[in-house]
């Protein structure tokens, strides 16, 4: 078995079901009575929490892929961002039917007075497009860079996932606080590569001026 065999047939498809664990989990509580006493507030916090670990874990492929030299790791990126949006629309869908009960006259008052939830709303709107675009066919159309520019969505998505969370705790904001550290990291981490490869790279063969003075005459 060849190692794009084991990639496709074996490592995506644990990736996968482990990505399914935690939905599994909540289902299996919610419908063994393991939930507490508040099983909507629960489910709303768990789904939440994980929209923003799979964004880290999204944001986090490029800079493992190019530290351990793994480039098959980026193979994982698109599944991984999907998971994100899977989860955001899970918590999205939580507040819309168990705690809204679909009542769009309130549900558009909340976006609108209540500013976690505006900025909670911000997020998810931020990956709608990423999901939608996330095909080959999409990055065709698009072209590679006007696709990866429209990707860059995921960074609004990011911070406004974690200031919807800060806001939401008010005060126990230690989660959060991490989360944001985290995503702080994995930009400043982009940033400092970004910049490295626009600064000017050295003619080939030319002396530097303490080179000059070293040399004897």
């Keep these: 078995m060849t190692r794009q065999h084991v990639l496709r047939w074996v490592l995506k498809p644990l990736v ?38 799979f964004l880290v874990i999204t944001l986090a492929v490029t800079p493992l892929r190019r530290i351990t030299q793994w480039n098959d790791l980026i193979k994982f990126r698109r599944m991984l961002g999907l998971f994100a949006f899977f989860y955001g629309t899970l918590h999205f869908t939580t507040y819309l039917w168990l705690d809204q009960f679909f009542d769009l006259a309130g549900i558009v008052q909340d976006i609108w007075k209540r500013p976690f939830i505006t900025v909670g709303f911000t997020a998810f709107v931020a990956m709608l497009p990423l999901a939608i675009t996330s095909t080959n066919g999409w990055i065709r159309r698009l072209g590679g860079k006007n696709w990866q520019r429209l990707h860059r969505l995921i960074y609004v998505a990011a911070v406004c996932g974690v200031v919807h969370y800060w806001w939401l ?35 080939v063969g030319s002396r530097s001026s303490a080179d000059l003075l070293r040399r004897p005459s």
């Design 16 to 53: 996968f079901l482990a990505a399914l664990g935690p939905v599994a989990y909540l289902t299996w509580a919610a419908l063994t009575d393991n939930l507490s006493a508040n099983p909507i507030s629960d489910i709303t916090l768990e789904t939440g929490t994980w929209t923003l670990r």
């Design 169 to 203: 705790v008010k005060s126990d904001v230690q989660r959060p606080m991490i989360y944001g550290l985290i995503f702080a990291s994995l930009l400043g981490y982009r940033v400092v590569v970004a910049v490295r490869r626009r600064a000017p790279k050295p003619a």
